[in-house]
């Protein structure tokens, strides 16, 4: 059959060419249904428990997702009658941002006092033209002493404050709503800017984070890919020094990328920040295969060897294990299809085919181009390989050295494994170089962090939020919160109840305690929500028929383990102090916290299903259970030590990096796929010793391997210098693994091979 694919490819090649036009641009067709999808939900299943959890206090209360306007005047604080006046204006143009239901300031704060038996409830700047600096102190005191607002919408120091806008989203087109959100906020920003020079502001917030996600991925696509494809192309034309053979590579990764983001968005995928560096990675690994015939192919061109010829001995002697490698690697992608997050599902699946489409062209369109194109080489009748003479040389010479030292090396760095620390933190995914970052560490600094904590109480009965002992329970909780050591801001409903108790009695503070009957508390919520104005009502805190109530954390950054062990501890403090009463926690950092664990206990399963089908192929291909058994070593070390090595560079695995052992499974199993088979090539049928095996080895396939590691390398380590920090970690990590797997196949390896293989051929051959 693949003499057969041969024969057409290299007797037909310009109908060859022809054919794969046709059904490239039929495939690629499909890439104009691919859209954006930038919301972080894209990161969760639908069954997902946290998400679930989350989405059902949303429908219950009102949406948390927001864009907070950070404003710093750069020098001195906020209360001037100018700048007041500044925040007075921009807060009533946030309610002309598109889905907005909701504007919280300072300026339009619900301020309450009492006039005899009235309750006045008004903005807190009600009339910022007819504020004087006189008044400025006695504002400044009242606002900062609330704790509603101190350390939420203003600072302590009341030199940075925010102004929140809640939006809610259809959801109906994702791809529209949220750039039509942001684009009228950077021009808000930008009129703010240009009236008030002597202010800062910065823009943060849900949504912001979610345009950031499509922009992040834009700015990759567009500065990233071109400088892969030009680091490949000047690479391979360094290495092999062959135009020819460059420009037919080119087209072959030209052709997988459009196949495979044609077939995904004939199949109803979209991108996603993991997903959207699939074209990426499909360059690296197509460029493996193209470098392993080309290799061979000029080594026969140099021995004399007719063209048409020399591309029939590359294939035939390349087939065999560029199709192994190609489908070990598609395996080990195809086992992110146990992580827990869709993202990865969908660049796992998308690589996959990828792949599997690059060795389709690779064996088909790659010798028909090389038929066409002119190709020059020298002839010589030997192929000196000097470096792979030396290092077979030293590897063969130094063995009984090697094997000891490579072992301790490996073990040492398998050890530091445990010590890497789960973190995930959303805001992280982007490096300081992204303005959503820079506004929220900003904002974090200044003022409260950006994740939060939501918890709802549910009482139990209709309007029992108003029940004395729940108002306790929910007093003591808040006052618990806010004393522990990760949060920032705690909105509670108990100090909304507290004020207007000190404001019916004449605004005396030894009355800021809460009422101590059930009816004071209800005409108290009554006639303070027939006061509020439209879109600043209590829906945010209670549900509709008042059995519930919902209380907001914002914590600084924490691990994923800490905020995994806080929620634990909110659960105990309940079960504790108030076990009556249901308790729900959710939140967008929750979920990110959780899905960083369980996707790596998922990806181990996957990982596990992969080897044991890998290890069999790998049997199956060599036609040796003790091969396939040796390789198992060079195939999971290397993920291994790059985990441990990791270490020191971070030391912190996030949701990106629980995918990657999985992922350079298959990459890893390339190298020792093509070493193993020359390697037994030189056993079996040669007939020679072990240390000649190992020599052939090298001479024969050790130019490709370092080649395609360098390719692949580089390839990989250009996906990490992304702004999106999920894609930069991933593409590092990624690159240190296969160095550390091209080190161990070429130092562990052979020695292992001399130590363990060292038996007469008569008896290696059993195995066959």
Partial sequence: MKERVFDVALKHPIWVLLASIILVVAAAAGAKNLVFKSDYRVFFSEENPQLTAFESMQKIYSKSDNVAFIIAPKEGSVFTPKRLAAIHELTLQSWQVPYSTRVDSIT???????????????DMVLNPESLTDEQMPALQEIVISDPLMRDKIISDDGRVTVINVTVHLPGINPVVEVPEVVSKIRDMKQIFLTDNPDMDIYLSGMVIMNNSF??????????????????????MIFLLRTISGTIATVVIIIFSILSTMGLAGWTGFYLTGPSVSAPTMILTLAVADCVHILATFFYELRQGEEKSKALRTSLRINFSPIFLTSITTAIGFLSMNFSDSPPFRDLGNMVATGVMIAFVLSVTVFPALLMLLPIKVKQRTEDKNDLMDTISKFVIDKRNMLLPSMTAIILVLIAFLPQNKLNDNFVEYFDTSVPFRQATDFMEANLSGMASIEISIQSGESSGINNPAYLKALDNFSIWLRAQPEIDHVNTLTDIIKRLNKNMHADDPAYYTLPESRELTAQYLLLYEMSLPYGLDLNNQLNVDKSSTRIIGTMKNLTSNEQISFESRLYQWFKDNSPQYEVHVASPSLMFSHIGQRNIQSMLIGITFALILISALLGIALKSVRYGLISLLPNLAPAAMGFGFWYFIDGQVGLALSVVAGMTLGIVVDDTVHFLSKYRHARIDKGKSAEDAVRYAFASVGRALWITTLVLVVGFLVLAQSSFKVNADMGLLTAITIMIALIVDFLFLPPLLMKLDNTAVTETTKDK
């Fill in 214 to 235: 499509a922009e992040a991925s834009q700015n990759d696509s567009k500065s990233l890919i071109p400088l892969m494809f030009g680091m490949v192309i000047l690479t």
């Fill in 108 to 122: 339009n704060f619900q301020h309450t006092v009492a006039e005899e038996d009235d309750l006045i409830v008004e």
